[in-house]
């Protein structure tokens, strides 16, 4: 089959075809490693390599409890996949610091492994968002599979663990000095309570909200909070983003969720009217360059499907369905919160994943 140039077939060209069959096989390799990913994730083999430092198989297995016949196959992925190292003359395997940070310190602020799950999600609610192209429905948040939530939540705790209270409040002006104080906080579409828990441990004279209209990432939010020992000065329900209950918030945050809700106008001008009138929005985002073109590029191609697969369908399940999708961009949200009454946006940080504003009345 060859593509056509008004009624004319166009020959591939046999060079460009034998690149792009490349890049199709490291694509390949890359979806099904991901599967692998999730095995040694959840089996503890990268926690046992990085702990055991360079070992066979056998060693490997022993060290973790598993089968040395799967645990071969495994590592040999791995490595092949680069995602591990081999040394071809001692036979063993052996992470480097890298590649440990990444896949086995959990508490690191390169942890990713994680994420896997949002793919395996992914995966397993495609017939769901396949239906939705032809339909036009959204697919809501609460009808993903469950391991989308836990993954959502082991996926961003990495960059709040590494951003949050180091650097992003610090920005923001004077908001650090207020939560040192004693602040109210609200936490909104908080899911697990990763970010709010983190807060309440760096600020221990603040009050934290959080609010999820998902019942149990609420139940899971304070369990964290209790694990985490601050279960005295978080508090958890159920609530939507354009309703949720309290008044005379020092502090509004949403992180990395506005663009999944259906109405985010709604939700800004709920936030405005519940802040004290000298209060401070957070309000972290997907990073996005405001033109399209700008955005093809490894993070715009992580974050564009991720939008397609999980946060325009949630938007388009909901009231209004705005659908800003993953990639709004600064513009769009500024736009969003004027239209809510905000007059005061500021990109106050960023990561290579995030825009962070200051958004004020």
Not at 95 to 112: H, I, K, L, Y
Request: proline share 5%.
């Amino acid at each position: 089959m060859s593509a056509t140039n008004g009624l004319r077939p166009v020959p591939p060209d046999p060079e460009k075809l034998e690149a792009f069959m490349g890049k199709m096989v490291g694509d390949m390799g890359a979806a099904i490693s991901a599967a692998l990913v999730l095995i040694g994730d959840r089996t503890g083999l990268y926690r046992g390599l990085a702990e055991r430092g360079p070992s066979t198989s056998a060693e490997l297995a022993a060290h973790t409890g598993t089968t040395e016949r799967y645990v071969r196959e495994w590592l040999a992925a791995q490595a092949a996949a680069g995602y591990i190292e081999y040394d071809k003359a001692g036979g063993r395997f052996f992470m480097t610091p890298e590649q440990a940070m990444v896949f086995a310190d959990e508490g690191g602020p390169a942890f990713m492994a994680g994420g896997f799950e949002v793919l395996q999600a992914v995966f397993l609610d495609e017939p769901k968002v396949t239906a939705a192209f032809g339909s036009g429905k959204g697919v809501g948040w609460h009808e993903h599979s469950q391991c989308l939530f836990r993954g959502t939540e082991r996926f961003f705790r990495p960059g709040y663990n590494a951003n949050l209270v180091s650097s992003w409040i610090p920005a923001l002006d004077g908001v650090e000095a207020r939560l040192k104080a004693g602040a109210r906080v609200a936490d909104i579409g908080c899911g697990h309570g990763a970010s709010t828990v983190l807060m309440a441990q760096a600020y221990p004279r603040s009050r934290f909200y959080g609010f999820d209209y998902h019942a149990p990432s609420i139940e899971r939010a304070r369990a964290a909070a209790e694990e985490a020992g601050v279960a005295d000065r978080c508090e958890f329900e159920v609530a939507s983003a354009q309703d949720f209950p309290g008044a005379d918030y020092d502090m509004a945050a949403i992180f990395d969720a506005l663009h999944d809700m259906g109405d985010p106008v709604g939700a800004s001008r709920h936030i405005r009217e519940t802040l004290k009138p000298d209060g401070t929005w957070l309000l972290v985002e997907p990073f996005a360059n405001d033109d399209l073109g700008d955005n093809l590029n490894p993070v715009g191609r992580l974050f564009y499907s991720a939008s397609t697969m999980i946060c325009t369908p949630a938007s388009l399940s909901q009231e209004v369905g705005l659908g800003l999708g993953a990639q709004a961009g600064e513009a769009r949200l500024r736009k969003v919160t004027e239209e809510a009454g905000f007059t005061h946006f500021r990109r106050a940080a960023e990561t290579p994943f995030n825009l962070v504003f200051e958004v004020r009345a």
